[in-house]
């Protein structure tokens, strides 16, 4: 067994990289550690490397089929990492998440339906479905004892005969929770009952913490399976975000030809030549580096808990139980949004995502990204505590 350094410093500034090169533009300075936008700073693993570089020594780069590999690889991680049996014909492209929900949207919808999502969620939920002329319903989530939870009664009384679909995350964004089976079935047997379809975003399912268990939505039973689209990636997991190829799961025969037609009508379907050996190496060869990834953002997660528990406990924390974002609760600082957002940065040194942008229920939150080496986490951390520190002195 190879053993994986999380703990090396990588140089990202300076690369395009949104996270470091975006900083000046968004917090009004390029010295704040980054630690917003949802990618890792560690190395991508190198056996995507390997079959990127593999297909680099082959000189031509024109048209290039998605071959079975592609469709075996996705199959077979979705049976052993999530116990989930798909078939080929269900499986579908799109090179992103987000632009999966959209492509969804536009096949599936029209414009004036009606389509709910849960904040605080993660923002683009938002766009995808304003930016392409339908109606946003909103679900707030019910925090319960430091947990979010769906409030399936509020649910109910939104849906109307206007409402079409509903978007999830799961396992959730911000906040980290991962939807239980009991969860996601009644959420599905309300979908069944009022004919909606759910889209299940599933980008953070393989980043669920070791003790916890992810569930696929369309995996709980053939009537939820048939209308729903569940949308996944090895772009979270195994930080490849850059090679843009997702996977796009439809067991309904219908559904799946309205986004085909979707799909061929922006002509996207070819997707990237690096992108599909870089799937298939992650899929086929990921599960070592991944276990070693969950634990080494496990250690990130306690540590950061812990210390904010006995040494800023003005902020309270929400355990992540998948992904490696933080939600920091910070309305006991007793600043306004603004305030806060200028405090992270002016006082703490820290680029962090202001919490307001997954919906107005963030207000009093911001989301910090842990996947960094753990000296780098030690540095914010410590930052922050003498900037809160002296927030309370003064
Ligand atoms: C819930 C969720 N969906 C989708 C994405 C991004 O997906 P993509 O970059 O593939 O569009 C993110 C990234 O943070 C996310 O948190």
């Known amino acids: ?43 991508t693993p190198d056996f995507i490397v390997d079959a990127v570089n593999k297909r680099m020594e082959d000189p031509i780069f024109g048209y290039t089929l998605r071959e079975d590999a592609f469709y075996e690889a996705v199959k077979s991680w979705m049976a052993k990492r999530h116990g989930w049996k798909i078939e080929k014909k269900w499986i579908t492209f799109s090179p992103g998440v987000v632009s999966a929900l959209s492509m969804a949207i536009l096949a599936m919808t029209k414009p004036g339906d009606k389509i709910v999502v849960q904040p605080p969620v993660y923002h683009p939920f938002y766009f995808v479905v304003e930016d392409n002329d339908r109606e946003l319903v909103r679900n707030p989530l019910l925090l319960d004892k430091g947990r979010y939870r769906m409030d399936f009664d509020h649910l109910k009384s939104v849906i109307d005969d206007r409402t079409r679909m509903v978007i999830i995350a799961n396992p959730h964004n911000p906040g980290g929770t991962v939807w239980t089976e009991e ?36 995996s709980i039973s053939p009537e939820i399976a048939q209308r729903t689209v569940t949308c996944v990636a090895p772009s979270k997991t195994f930080n490849a ?43 086929e060869k990921g599960e070592d580096w991944l276990s070693q990834l969950l634990d080494y ?41 603004e305030a806060l957002c200028e405090f992270m940065v002016k006082e703490a040194g820290l680029g962090l ?42």
């Open 297 to 337: 953002i496990g250690e990130n997660i306690s540590h950061a808990m812990d210390f904010f528990e006995k040494r800023i406990p003005a902020i309270t924390v929400m355990e992540p139980e998948a992904s490696y974002l933080l939600w920091l609760d910070c309305k006991k600082l007793g600043l306004s949004q």
């Open 1 to 43: 067994m190879k053993t994986y350094d999380f703990d090396e410093i990588i140089e990202r500034a300076g690369t395009g990289s949104v996270k470091y090169d975006l900083r000046k533009k968004l917090f009004g300075n390029d010295e704040v550690i980054p630690m917003w936008v949802a990618d890792m700073d560690f190395r």
């Open 353 to 394: 995502n202001d919490g307001t942008m997954f919906g107005k229920e963030g207000e009093g939150y911001m989301r910090m990204n842990l996947a960094c080496p753990l000296s780098v986490l030690k540095k914010a951390l410590a930052n922050l505590e003498t900037a809160v520190n002296k927030l309370q002195a003064g």
């Open 241 to 283: 975000a850059g090679l843009a190829t997702s996977a796009v799961i439809i067991p309904d025969k219908e559904l799946m030809a309205k986004y085909k037609r979707t799909l061929n009508a922006i002509h996207l379907d070819f997707g990237n030549i690096f992108g599909n050996p870089a799937l298939v190496a992650a899929y």
């Open 183 to 218: 969860e996601l079935k009644k959420l599905g047997e309300i979908c069944v009952e009022n004919d909606l379809l759910l889209i299940s975003d599933e980008i953070h399912s393989d980043l669920v913490a070791k003790r916890f268990r992810h569930t696929p939505a369309a």
